[in-house]
């Protein structure tokens, strides 16, 4: 069993930035994912075991950025130069063990309680 927390986000005007953490209980491959309302989750960006393997969607990569503090098993989502189409529900998930692609929900079986972000126009 692996626990996420999930902090940060909130309310911002396009172009500004947000950031987004989440720590979990145990070491883990981790990712975030995005899902906006009558919309479907979306990945957003992962991160590899050693934190040095990252991805990123295309709508997101240039602005933000993943990293990952393995001495506290925090993850951390940078987001820069965001705009209103980024606003969704954002979720952090872990697994200790991937299989597959790094990209894929469900490829993972912990995820955050969520945080909305939200940009406004």
């Known amino acids: 069993q692996v626990q996420l927390v999930q902090s940060g986000g909130g309310l911002v005007q396009a172009g500004g930035s947000l950031s987004l953490s989440c720590t979990a209980s145990?070491?883990?491959?981790m990712a975030w994912f995005r899902q906006a309302p009558g919309k479907e989750r979306e990945p957003v960006a992962a991160?590899?075991?050693?934190?040095?393997?990252?991805n990123y969607a295309r709508a997101v990569e240039g602005r933000f950025t993943i990293t990952k503090d393995n001495a506290k098993n925090t993850v951390y989502l940078l987001m820069n130069s965001l705009k209103p189409e980024d606003t969704a529900v954002y979720y952090c998930?872990?697994?200790?063990?991937?299989?597959?692609?790094?990209?894929?929900?469900?490829?993972?079986?912990?995820w955050g309680q969520g945080t909305q972000v939200t940009v406004s126009s």
């Open positions: 145990t070491r883990a491959f």
């Open positions: 998930a872990a697994t200790p063990v991937l299989h597959g692609d790094m990209f894929a929900g469900r490829n993972y079986a912990y």
């Open positions: 991160i590899g075991w050693s934190g040095s393997l990252t």
